[in-house]
Protein backbone atom coordinates (compact mmCIF):
# COMPACT_ATOMS: atom_id res chain seq x y z
CA UNK A 1 0.00 0.00 0.00
CA UNK A 2 2.70 2.35 0.90
CA UNK A 3 4.53 1.81 -2.80
CA UNK A 4 0.90 2.28 -3.99
CA UNK A 5 1.07 6.00 -2.15
CA UNK A 6 4.39 6.99 -3.10
CA UNK A 7 3.87 6.52 -6.23
CA UNK A 8 0.91 8.36 -6.58
CA UNK A 9 2.21 11.03 -4.75
CA UNK A 10 5.11 11.31 -7.07
CA UNK A 11 2.35 11.15 -10.08
CA UNK A 12 0.58 13.84 -8.69
CA UNK A 13 3.81 16.22 -7.87
CA UNK A 14 4.99 15.59 -11.71
CA UNK A 15 1.33 16.57 -13.33
CA UNK A 16 0.98 19.20 -11.14
CA UNK A 17 4.20 20.73 -11.42
CA UNK A 18 2.84 21.05 -15.66
CA UNK A 19 -0.02 22.45 -14.03
CA UNK A 20 -2.32 19.56 -15.57
CA UNK A 21 -5.31 18.07 -13.55
CA UNK A 22 -5.07 14.70 -11.87
CA UNK A 23 -7.85 11.92 -11.26
CA UNK A 24 -7.24 11.00 -7.82
CA UNK A 25 -9.70 8.27 -5.99
CA UNK A 26 -10.44 7.49 -2.60
CA UNK A 27 -8.96 3.79 -2.49
CA UNK A 28 -5.70 1.98 -1.98
CA UNK A 29 -4.34 -1.03 -2.64
CA UNK A 30 -6.03 -3.26 -5.65
CA UNK A 31 -6.63 -6.70 -4.11
CA UNK A 32 -6.32 -10.18 -6.93
CA UNK A 33 -9.62 -10.22 -7.19
CA UNK A 34 -9.87 -7.01 -8.61
CA UNK A 35 -10.94 -4.97 -5.49
CA UNK A 36 -9.49 -2.09 -3.98
CA UNK A 37 -8.38 -2.59 -0.36
CA UNK A 38 -9.44 0.85 0.69
CA UNK A 39 -7.02 2.93 3.46
CA UNK A 40 -8.34 6.08 5.64
CA UNK A 41 -7.85 9.63 4.46
CA UNK A 42 -6.07 8.21 1.20
CA UNK A 43 -7.64 11.21 -0.61
CA UNK A 44 -6.81 13.50 1.94
CA UNK A 45 -3.21 12.64 2.48
CA UNK A 46 -2.54 13.11 -1.28
CA UNK A 47 -3.78 16.69 -0.71
CA UNK A 48 -1.86 17.47 2.17
CA UNK A 49 1.24 16.79 0.46
CA UNK A 50 0.43 18.86 -2.86
CA UNK A 51 -2.12 21.34 -1.26
CA UNK A 52 -1.80 22.76 -5.69
CA UNK A 53 -5.54 22.69 -7.47
CA UNK A 54 -5.73 18.82 -7.81
CA UNK A 55 -9.09 18.13 -9.40
CA UNK A 56 -11.11 15.22 -8.47
CA UNK A 57 -12.28 14.19 -11.64
CA UNK A 58 -13.43 10.99 -10.51
CA UNK A 59 -15.90 13.03 -8.18
CA UNK A 60 -16.73 14.99 -11.37
CA UNK A 61 -18.12 11.85 -13.11
CA UNK A 62 -14.91 11.68 -15.19
CA UNK A 63 -13.12 9.22 -13.53
CA UNK A 64 -11.12 6.73 -15.76
CA UNK A 65 -7.82 4.26 -16.30
CA UNK A 66 -5.31 7.29 -15.64
CA UNK A 67 -4.25 8.93 -12.13
CA UNK A 68 -2.00 11.59 -13.94
CA UNK A 69 -2.34 13.14 -17.95
CA UNK A 70 1.10 14.37 -17.30
CA UNK A 71 3.58 13.16 -20.43
CA UNK A 72 1.05 10.37 -21.20
CA UNK A 73 2.16 9.00 -17.41
CA UNK A 74 -0.29 6.19 -16.75
CA UNK A 75 -1.46 5.23 -13.79
CA UNK A 76 -1.24 1.35 -14.49
CA UNK A 77 -3.19 0.06 -11.93
CA UNK A 78 -6.91 -0.35 -12.69
CA UNK A 79 -9.81 2.09 -11.03
CA UNK A 80 -12.25 -0.15 -9.45
CA UNK A 81 -14.94 1.50 -11.32
CA UNK A 82 -17.98 0.40 -9.34
CA UNK A 83 -16.43 1.62 -6.11
CA UNK A 84 -16.27 5.05 -8.24
CA UNK A 85 -20.10 4.58 -9.28
CA UNK A 86 -21.23 4.35 -5.64
CA UNK A 87 -18.92 7.56 -4.80
CA UNK A 88 -19.80 9.12 -7.54
CA UNK A 89 -23.72 8.39 -6.88
CA UNK A 90 -23.81 9.22 -2.92
CA UNK A 91 -21.72 12.55 -3.64
CA UNK A 92 -24.17 13.06 -6.45
CA UNK A 93 -23.01 16.59 -8.34
CA UNK A 94 -19.38 17.54 -8.77
CA UNK A 95 -18.62 18.52 -5.30
CA UNK A 96 -15.35 20.81 -6.09
CA UNK A 97 -15.51 23.10 -8.93
CA UNK A 98 -12.64 23.10 -11.50
CA UNK A 99 -11.58 26.32 -10.22
CA UNK A 100 -11.36 25.98 -6.27
CA UNK A 101 -8.57 27.31 -4.56
CA UNK A 102 -6.31 24.54 -2.88
CA UNK A 103 -8.08 25.47 0.49
CA UNK A 104 -11.23 25.31 -0.48
CA UNK A 105 -11.12 21.78 -2.28
CA UNK A 106 -8.87 20.28 0.38
CA UNK A 107 -11.62 21.26 2.93
CA UNK A 108 -14.61 19.85 0.81
CA UNK A 109 -12.51 16.63 -0.36
CA UNK A 110 -11.52 16.09 3.26
CA UNK A 111 -15.27 16.49 4.85
CA UNK A 112 -16.30 14.04 2.36
CA UNK A 113 -13.88 11.71 3.12
CA UNK A 114 -14.23 11.60 6.75
CA UNK A 115 -17.57 12.06 6.32
CA UNK A 116 -17.76 8.90 4.47
CA UNK A 117 -16.09 6.98 6.97
CA UNK A 118 -16.96 8.77 9.70
CA UNK A 119 -20.31 7.90 8.50
CA UNK A 120 -22.00 11.32 8.28
CA UNK A 121 -22.97 11.91 5.13
CA UNK A 122 -23.09 8.64 3.12
CA UNK A 123 -25.37 5.19 4.20
CA UNK A 124 -23.98 2.32 6.11
CA UNK A 125 -24.40 0.19 3.29
CA UNK A 126 -22.33 2.54 1.03
CA UNK A 127 -19.10 1.10 2.87
CA UNK A 128 -20.51 -2.33 3.33
CA UNK A 129 -20.70 -2.82 -0.93
CA UNK A 130 -18.01 -1.22 -1.23
CA UNK A 131 -15.84 -3.98 0.40
CA UNK A 132 -18.08 -6.67 -0.40
CA UNK A 133 -19.38 -5.59 -3.77
CA UNK A 134 -20.74 -8.54 -6.14
CA UNK A 135 -23.25 -6.23 -6.96
CA UNK A 136 -21.55 -4.93 -10.00
CA UNK A 137 -20.82 -6.62 -13.75
CA UNK A 138 -17.72 -5.45 -16.00
CA UNK A 139 -14.72 -3.27 -15.36
CA UNK A 140 -15.29 -0.18 -18.47
CA UNK A 141 -18.85 -0.94 -19.08
CA UNK A 142 -19.95 -1.36 -15.35
CA UNK A 143 -23.50 -2.34 -14.57
CA UNK A 144 -24.69 -2.08 -10.78
CA UNK A 145 -27.79 -3.39 -10.18
CA UNK A 146 -30.05 -2.79 -6.89
CA UNK A 147 -33.33 -3.69 -5.38
CA UNK A 148 -35.27 -6.71 -3.87
CA UNK A 149 -38.33 -8.48 -4.94
CA UNK A 150 -41.16 -6.76 -2.97
CA UNK A 151 -39.19 -3.41 -2.38
CA UNK A 152 -40.50 -0.57 -4.68
CA UNK A 153 -38.36 -0.79 -7.25
CA UNK A 154 -35.62 -2.47 -9.15
CA UNK A 155 -32.83 -1.55 -10.86
CA UNK A 156 -29.42 -0.44 -12.17
CA UNK A 157 -26.99 1.86 -12.87
CA UNK A 158 -24.62 1.91 -16.03
CA UNK A 159 -21.73 3.21 -16.36
CA UNK A 160 -19.09 3.81 -18.78
CA UNK A 161 -21.40 3.89 -21.88
CA UNK A 162 -19.68 5.82 -24.63
CA UNK A 163 -21.37 8.93 -25.40
CA UNK A 164 -23.43 10.13 -28.09
CA UNK A 165 -25.75 6.74 -28.94
CA UNK A 166 -29.24 6.96 -30.02
CA UNK A 167 -31.20 5.33 -26.94
CA UNK A 168 -34.89 5.14 -26.29
CA UNK A 169 -36.96 3.28 -23.49
CA UNK A 170 -38.82 1.61 -26.12
CA UNK A 171 -35.38 0.42 -27.52
CA UNK A 172 -35.02 -1.15 -23.45
CA UNK A 173 -38.64 -2.00 -23.47
CA UNK A 174 -38.55 -4.77 -26.16
CA UNK A 175 -35.79 -6.67 -24.18
CA UNK A 176 -37.37 -6.72 -21.03
CA UNK A 177 -41.01 -7.75 -22.30
CA UNK A 178 -39.41 -10.55 -23.79
CA UNK A 179 -38.12 -11.45 -20.35
CA UNK A 180 -41.46 -10.40 -18.27
CA UNK A 181 -43.59 -12.90 -16.18
CA UNK A 182 -46.97 -13.88 -16.87
CA UNK A 183 -46.54 -13.86 -20.45
CA UNK A 184 -47.69 -17.64 -20.92
CA UNK A 185 -49.63 -20.67 -18.64
CA UNK A 186 -45.99 -21.76 -18.56
CA UNK A 187 -44.26 -19.30 -16.52
CA UNK A 188 -44.87 -17.84 -13.28
CA UNK A 189 -48.41 -15.88 -13.03
CA UNK A 190 -46.86 -12.71 -11.18
CA UNK A 191 -48.20 -9.72 -13.10
CA UNK A 192 -45.31 -6.94 -13.21
CA UNK A 193 -45.68 -4.52 -16.62
CA UNK A 194 -41.22 -4.24 -16.04
CA UNK A 195 -41.82 -0.73 -17.56
CA UNK A 196 -38.66 0.84 -17.34
CA UNK A 197 -37.67 4.54 -16.37
CA UNK A 198 -34.58 6.66 -17.93
CA UNK A 199 -33.69 8.35 -15.07
CA UNK A 200 -30.24 9.84 -16.26
CA UNK A 201 -27.29 9.42 -18.71
CA UNK A 202 -29.00 11.12 -21.28
CA UNK A 203 -29.69 14.46 -23.40
CA UNK A 204 -31.76 14.91 -26.88
CA UNK A 205 -32.51 11.19 -27.34
CA UNK A 206 -28.34 10.14 -26.92
CA UNK A 207 -26.75 8.99 -24.16
CA UNK A 208 -24.10 11.81 -22.60
CA UNK A 209 -21.41 9.57 -21.30
CA UNK A 210 -21.83 10.15 -17.83
CA UNK A 211 -24.09 6.87 -15.64
CA UNK A 212 -27.20 6.02 -17.14
CA UNK A 213 -29.61 4.77 -14.40
CA UNK A 214 -32.98 2.87 -15.14
CA UNK A 215 -35.69 2.42 -12.80
CA UNK A 216 -38.32 -0.77 -12.91
CA UNK A 217 -41.22 -0.12 -10.40
CA UNK A 218 -42.41 -3.28 -8.28
CA UNK A 219 -46.25 -3.56 -9.18
CA UNK A 220 -47.40 -7.07 -8.14
CA UNK A 221 -45.87 -7.69 -4.99
CA UNK A 222 -48.04 -10.76 -2.91
CA UNK A 223 -46.05 -10.74 0.41
CA UNK A 224 -48.49 -12.64 2.00
CA UNK A 225 -47.42 -15.38 -0.40
CA UNK A 226 -44.16 -16.46 1.25
CA UNK A 227 -45.44 -16.25 5.10
CA UNK A 228 -44.89 -19.83 5.30
CA UNK A 229 -41.17 -19.57 4.36
CA UNK A 230 -40.19 -16.93 7.37
CA UNK A 231 -39.59 -19.54 9.65
CA UNK A 232 -38.25 -22.07 7.22
CA UNK A 233 -35.81 -22.75 4.43
CA UNK A 234 -36.89 -24.13 0.94
CA UNK A 235 -34.54 -27.12 0.17
CA UNK A 236 -32.44 -25.46 -3.51
CA UNK A 237 -32.96 -22.25 -2.75
CA UNK A 238 -30.78 -19.23 -1.26
CA UNK A 239 -33.09 -18.76 2.21
CA UNK A 240 -30.53 -21.43 4.47
CA UNK A 241 -27.28 -19.54 2.88
CA UNK A 242 -28.34 -15.53 2.73
CA UNK A 243 -29.60 -16.09 6.64
CA UNK A 244 -26.34 -17.83 7.67
CA UNK A 245 -24.24 -15.66 5.94
CA UNK A 246 -26.22 -11.72 6.57
CA UNK A 247 -28.31 -12.85 9.59
CA UNK A 248 -31.01 -10.83 7.70
CA UNK A 249 -33.72 -12.05 5.20
CA UNK A 250 -36.07 -10.58 3.14
CA UNK A 251 -38.08 -13.38 2.96
CA UNK A 252 -40.83 -11.94 0.44
CA UNK A 253 -40.03 -13.45 -3.09
CA UNK A 254 -36.51 -14.37 -1.60
CA UNK A 255 -35.89 -10.34 -1.51
CA UNK A 256 -32.77 -10.11 -3.47
CA UNK A 257 -31.78 -13.93 -4.38
CA UNK A 258 -34.61 -13.59 -6.14
CA UNK A 259 -34.90 -13.64 -10.27
CA UNK A 260 -36.33 -10.28 -10.56
CA UNK A 261 -33.00 -8.98 -10.24
CA UNK A 262 -31.78 -9.67 -13.53
CA UNK A 263 -34.71 -7.36 -15.00
CA UNK A 264 -32.34 -4.70 -14.58
CA UNK A 265 -29.45 -7.00 -16.36
CA UNK A 266 -32.02 -7.39 -19.14
CA UNK A 267 -32.25 -3.54 -19.38
CA UNK A 268 -28.49 -3.00 -18.82
CA UNK A 269 -27.94 -5.53 -22.03
CA UNK A 270 -30.35 -4.10 -24.13
CA UNK A 271 -27.69 -0.88 -23.87
CA UNK A 272 -25.28 -2.75 -24.86
CA UNK A 273 -27.08 -4.89 -27.70
CA UNK A 274 -27.41 -1.11 -28.58
CA UNK A 275 -23.93 -0.42 -29.04
CA UNK A 276 -22.79 -3.55 -30.25
CA UNK A 277 -25.02 -3.94 -33.28
CA UNK A 278 -24.37 0.03 -34.22
CA UNK A 279 -20.76 -0.38 -33.88
CA UNK A 280 -19.84 -3.87 -35.01
CA UNK A 281 -23.24 -5.30 -36.58
CA UNK A 282 -23.21 -7.69 -33.64
CA UNK A 283 -26.04 -9.35 -31.95
CA UNK A 284 -26.59 -12.17 -29.50
CA UNK A 285 -29.39 -14.38 -29.59
CA UNK A 286 -30.52 -17.55 -27.41
CA UNK A 287 -32.92 -20.74 -27.59
CA UNK A 288 -33.80 -23.32 -25.59
CA UNK A 289 -31.78 -26.53 -26.44
CA UNK A 290 -33.59 -29.13 -23.82
CA UNK A 291 -36.32 -29.00 -21.91
CA UNK A 292 -35.61 -31.48 -19.12
CA UNK A 293 -35.57 -35.19 -20.59
CA UNK A 294 -36.61 -33.37 -24.38
CA UNK A 295 -34.01 -32.32 -26.53
CA UNK A 296 -34.83 -29.34 -29.11
CA UNK A 297 -33.19 -29.90 -32.74
CA UNK A 298 -31.79 -26.83 -34.23
CA UNK A 299 -34.33 -25.47 -37.20
CA UNK A 300 -34.28 -21.75 -37.43
CA UNK A 301 -34.16 -18.61 -34.97
CA UNK A 302 -37.05 -17.53 -36.85
CA UNK A 303 -39.37 -19.85 -34.57
CA UNK A 304 -37.83 -18.62 -31.34
CA UNK A 305 -39.94 -15.41 -31.36
CA UNK A 306 -43.60 -17.66 -31.88
CA UNK A 307 -43.68 -19.55 -28.81
CA UNK A 308 -43.48 -19.70 -25.12
CA UNK A 309 -40.37 -21.62 -25.31
CA UNK A 310 -38.44 -19.57 -27.09
CA UNK A 311 -37.66 -22.91 -29.09
CA UNK A 312 -35.89 -22.91 -32.67
CA UNK A 313 -38.13 -25.82 -33.66
CA UNK A 314 -41.83 -24.91 -34.23
CA UNK A 315 -43.15 -28.95 -34.60
CA UNK A 316 -41.57 -29.54 -31.13
CA UNK A 317 -43.59 -26.95 -29.37
CA UNK A 318 -47.08 -28.94 -28.45
CA UNK A 319 -44.60 -32.14 -27.40
CA UNK A 320 -43.36 -29.19 -24.77
CA UNK A 321 -46.56 -27.67 -23.83
CA UNK A 322 -47.89 -31.64 -23.11
CA UNK A 323 -44.71 -31.57 -20.68
CA UNK A 324 -44.64 -28.86 -18.92
CA UNK A 325 -48.63 -29.04 -18.00
CA UNK A 326 -47.62 -32.27 -16.69
CA UNK A 327 -44.95 -30.67 -14.25
CA UNK A 328 -47.55 -27.86 -12.95
CA UNK A 329 -50.29 -30.93 -12.54
CA UNK A 330 -47.85 -32.53 -10.30
CA UNK A 331 -46.55 -29.75 -8.64
CA UNK A 332 -43.07 -30.21 -9.63
CA UNK A 333 -40.26 -28.49 -11.69
CA UNK A 334 -37.88 -29.72 -14.39
CA UNK A 335 -34.40 -28.02 -15.91
CA UNK A 336 -33.13 -27.17 -19.14
CA UNK A 337 -30.50 -25.84 -21.20
CA UNK A 338 -30.19 -22.66 -23.27
CA UNK A 339 -27.89 -21.84 -26.22
CA UNK A 340 -26.42 -18.68 -26.39
CA UNK A 341 -24.72 -17.11 -29.56
CA UNK A 342 -22.73 -13.89 -30.92
CA UNK A 343 -22.43 -13.36 -34.11
CA UNK A 344 -20.29 -10.57 -36.05
CA UNK A 345 -18.11 -10.59 -33.02
CA UNK A 346 -14.39 -8.90 -33.83
CA UNK A 347 -11.65 -10.98 -33.42
CA UNK A 348 -9.37 -9.76 -30.31
CA UNK A 349 -11.72 -9.23 -27.42
CA UNK A 350 -10.41 -10.96 -24.35
CA UNK A 351 -7.64 -9.90 -21.63
CA UNK A 352 -5.86 -13.00 -21.11
CA UNK A 353 -4.91 -14.38 -18.32
CA UNK A 354 -7.38 -13.92 -15.47
CA UNK A 355 -10.08 -11.91 -17.78
CA UNK A 356 -9.98 -13.88 -20.52
CA UNK A 357 -13.19 -13.54 -22.60
CA UNK A 358 -14.28 -17.45 -21.78
CA UNK A 359 -13.75 -16.26 -18.44
CA UNK A 360 -15.73 -13.51 -18.44
CA UNK A 361 -18.20 -14.64 -19.95
CA UNK A 362 -18.75 -17.76 -17.18
CA UNK A 363 -18.23 -15.39 -14.52
CA UNK A 364 -20.91 -13.52 -16.25
CA UNK A 365 -23.30 -17.02 -16.79
CA UNK A 366 -22.62 -18.49 -13.61
CA UNK A 367 -23.95 -14.81 -11.98
CA UNK A 368 -27.48 -15.86 -13.21
CA UNK A 369 -29.48 -17.45 -10.51
CA UNK A 370 -29.75 -21.49 -11.03
CA UNK A 371 -26.96 -21.60 -13.63
CA UNK A 372 -24.98 -24.97 -12.56
CA UNK A 373 -22.70 -25.17 -15.73
CA UNK A 374 -21.68 -23.17 -18.61
CA UNK A 375 -20.14 -24.97 -22.05
CA UNK A 376 -18.43 -22.63 -24.54
CA UNK A 377 -17.74 -24.88 -28.22
CA UNK A 378 -17.50 -27.89 -27.62
CA UNK A 379 -17.63 -27.98 -23.99
CA UNK A 380 -17.65 -31.10 -22.30
CA UNK A 381 -18.35 -32.73 -25.27
CA UNK A 382 -14.20 -31.96 -26.08
CA UNK A 383 -13.61 -34.88 -23.46
CA UNK A 384 -13.94 -37.79 -25.87
CA UNK A 385 -12.68 -35.61 -29.27
CA UNK A 386 -8.99 -36.36 -30.99
CA UNK A 387 -6.79 -32.90 -31.75
CA UNK A 388 -7.42 -33.61 -35.33
CA UNK A 389 -11.10 -32.94 -35.03
CA UNK A 390 -11.01 -30.23 -32.26
CA UNK A 391 -8.90 -27.72 -33.58
CA UNK A 392 -10.73 -25.63 -35.71
CA UNK A 393 -8.92 -25.52 -39.53
CA UNK A 394 -8.38 -22.30 -41.23
CA UNK A 395 -8.66 -21.71 -44.65
CA UNK A 396 -8.24 -18.27 -46.31
CA UNK A 397 -11.44 -18.76 -47.07
CA UNK A 398 -12.45 -19.04 -43.34
CA UNK A 399 -12.63 -21.68 -40.78
CA UNK A 400 -13.85 -24.83 -41.58
CA UNK A 401 -15.68 -25.71 -38.03
CA UNK A 402 -15.93 -24.14 -34.86
CA UNK A 403 -15.62 -26.66 -31.38
CA UNK A 404 -13.43 -23.34 -30.25
CA UNK A 405 -16.88 -21.53 -29.40
CA UNK A 406 -15.18 -18.36 -31.24
CA UNK A 407 -12.43 -18.08 -28.76
CA UNK A 408 -9.09 -18.83 -28.31
CA UNK A 409 -6.16 -18.28 -25.90
CA UNK A 410 -9.16 -16.24 -23.98
CA UNK A 411 -9.34 -13.90 -27.46
CA UNK A 412 -12.24 -13.83 -29.87
CA UNK A 413 -11.31 -15.34 -33.14
CA UNK A 414 -13.90 -13.66 -35.46
CA UNK A 415 -16.26 -16.67 -35.33
CA UNK A 416 -19.95 -17.12 -33.59
CA UNK A 417 -19.74 -17.34 -29.52
CA UNK A 418 -21.57 -19.72 -28.59
CA UNK A 419 -22.04 -20.78 -24.78
CA UNK A 420 -24.89 -22.97 -23.28
CA UNK A 421 -25.80 -22.90 -19.72
CA UNK A 422 -27.37 -25.75 -17.85
CA UNK A 423 -30.45 -24.27 -15.59
CA UNK A 424 -31.58 -26.25 -12.66
CA UNK A 425 -35.22 -26.64 -11.79
CA UNK A 426 -37.41 -24.48 -9.84
CA UNK A 427 -36.68 -25.07 -5.77
CA UNK A 428 -40.31 -23.10 -4.76
CA UNK A 429 -42.49 -26.56 -5.74
CA UNK A 430 -45.99 -27.46 -4.24
CA UNK A 431 -44.52 -30.90 -3.51
CA UNK A 432 -43.52 -31.72 -0.12
CA UNK A 433 -40.19 -31.53 1.09
CA UNK A 434 -37.62 -31.65 3.90
CA UNK A 435 -36.42 -28.91 5.34
CA UNK A 436 -35.57 -27.42 9.04
CA UNK A 437 -37.05 -24.30 11.57
CA UNK A 438 -35.02 -21.54 11.91
CA UNK A 439 -34.37 -22.99 15.66
CA UNK A 440 -33.22 -26.32 13.81
CA UNK A 441 -36.44 -28.29 14.04
CA UNK A 442 -37.64 -30.38 11.55
CA UNK A 443 -39.94 -28.69 9.22
CA UNK A 444 -41.87 -29.99 5.78
CA UNK A 445 -42.64 -27.16 3.20
CA UNK A 446 -44.78 -26.73 0.76
CA UNK A 447 -44.96 -23.47 -2.03
CA UNK A 448 -48.20 -22.45 -3.17
CA UNK A 449 -46.89 -18.41 -4.31
CA UNK A 450 -46.62 -18.14 -8.27
CA UNK A 451 -43.34 -19.80 -9.57
CA UNK A 452 -41.87 -20.51 -12.77
CA UNK A 453 -42.42 -24.31 -13.34
CA UNK A 454 -39.29 -24.48 -15.74
CA UNK A 455 -36.87 -21.49 -14.91
CA UNK A 456 -35.04 -22.24 -18.01
CA UNK A 457 -37.84 -20.56 -20.36
CA UNK A 458 -37.82 -17.43 -18.77
CA UNK A 459 -33.29 -17.09 -18.83
CA UNK A 460 -33.31 -16.94 -22.42
CA UNK A 461 -33.02 -13.25 -22.54
CA UNK A 462 -31.12 -12.72 -19.44
CA UNK A 463 -28.11 -15.22 -20.81
CA UNK A 464 -28.18 -13.08 -24.15
CA UNK A 465 -27.90 -10.05 -22.00
CA UNK A 466 -25.06 -10.93 -19.98
CA UNK A 467 -23.02 -11.97 -22.86
CA UNK A 468 -23.68 -8.60 -24.88
CA UNK A 469 -22.70 -6.88 -21.38
CA UNK A 470 -19.75 -8.84 -21.48
CA UNK A 471 -19.21 -8.55 -25.22
CA UNK A 472 -19.37 -4.99 -24.79
CA UNK A 473 -17.18 -4.31 -21.97
CA UNK A 474 -14.58 -6.08 -23.73
CA UNK A 475 -14.67 -4.07 -27.01
CA UNK A 476 -14.03 -0.69 -24.89
CA UNK A 477 -11.05 -2.89 -22.75
CA UNK A 478 -9.54 -3.96 -26.34
CA UNK A 479 -9.97 -0.49 -27.90
CA UNK A 480 -8.49 1.39 -24.87
CA UNK A 481 -5.26 -1.11 -24.95
CA UNK A 482 -4.60 -2.72 -28.67
CA UNK A 483 -7.26 -0.32 -30.76
CA UNK A 484 -4.52 0.63 -32.83
CA UNK A 485 -3.22 -2.56 -33.32
CA UNK A 486 -2.71 -3.27 -36.73
CA UNK A 487 -1.34 -7.17 -38.43
CA UNK A 488 -0.87 -7.32 -41.99
CA UNK A 489 -2.56 -11.31 -42.04
CA UNK A 490 -6.32 -10.77 -43.26
CA UNK A 491 -9.15 -11.44 -40.68
CA UNK A 492 -10.56 -14.80 -42.04
CA UNK A 493 -14.31 -14.86 -42.31
CA UNK A 494 -15.92 -16.98 -39.18
CA UNK A 495 -16.79 -19.61 -41.42
CA UNK A 496 -15.98 -20.53 -44.84
CA UNK A 497 -18.28 -20.99 -47.34
CA UNK A 498 -20.39 -24.76 -47.37
CA UNK A 499 -18.58 -25.12 -44.15
C1 LIG B 1 -35.84 -16.40 -14.93
C2 LIG B 1 -35.77 -17.05 -13.60
C3 LIG B 1 -36.92 -17.18 -12.84
C4 LIG B 1 -36.89 -17.78 -11.59
N1 LIG B 1 -38.05 -17.93 -10.89
C5 LIG B 1 -38.05 -18.65 -9.74
C6 LIG B 1 -39.27 -18.96 -9.08
O1 LIG B 1 -40.35 -18.58 -9.51
N2 LIG B 1 -39.20 -19.70 -7.94
C7 LIG B 1 -38.01 -20.19 -7.45
O2 LIG B 1 -37.99 -20.87 -6.45
N3 LIG B 1 -36.84 -19.91 -8.06
C8 LIG B 1 -36.83 -19.16 -9.18
N4 LIG B 1 -35.64 -18.91 -9.82
C9 LIG B 1 -34.39 -19.43 -9.27
C10 LIG B 1 -33.95 -18.80 -8.00
O3 LIG B 1 -33.83 -17.40 -8.13
C11 LIG B 1 -32.63 -19.42 -7.58
O4 LIG B 1 -32.69 -20.79 -7.69
C12 LIG B 1 -32.31 -19.11 -6.15
O5 LIG B 1 -32.03 -17.74 -6.02
C13 LIG B 1 -31.11 -19.88 -5.62
O6 LIG B 1 -29.96 -19.54 -6.33
P1 LIG B 1 -29.14 -20.63 -7.16
O7 LIG B 1 -30.16 -21.50 -7.82
O8 LIG B 1 -28.35 -19.85 -8.13
O9 LIG B 1 -28.31 -21.41 -6.18
C14 LIG B 1 -35.66 -18.27 -11.08
C15 LIG B 1 -34.49 -18.14 -11.84
C16 LIG B 1 -34.53 -17.54 -13.09
C17 LIG B 1 -33.26 -17.42 -13.89
Known amino acids: MLRCLER ?174 GTSRHVTQRQEADQVEILSGMFEGVTTGTPIALLIRNTDQRSKDYGNIAQTFRPGHADYTYWQKYGVRDYRGGGRSSARMTAPTVAAGAVAKTWLRENFGLETRGCISALGEIEIPFVDWKYVP ?82 SQHGDEMTPEGFATNNAGGILGGISSGQEITVSIAIKPTSSIRTSRQSIHKDGAPATVEIFGRHDPCLGIRATPIAEALLALVLMDHALRHRAQCGDVVVGTPKIAARAPGK
Open 306 to 387: DNPFFSPNEEIVPRLEEYMDGFRKDGDSVGARIEVVATGVPVGLGEPLYDRLDADIAHAMMGLNAVKAVEIGAGFASVAQRG
Open 8 to 181: AYKECAKALAEGDLVCIFPEGKLKRDGEMNPFRHGITEILKRHPAPVVPMALRGLWGSVLSRHEDAQWPRPIHRGAMTRLTLAVGEPIVPEDATPQHLQEVVSAAIDGAWHNSNFPDTFFRSTLMSGNTLGTLFTVTNFGESHGPAIGCVIDGCPPGMALTEADIQIELDRRRP
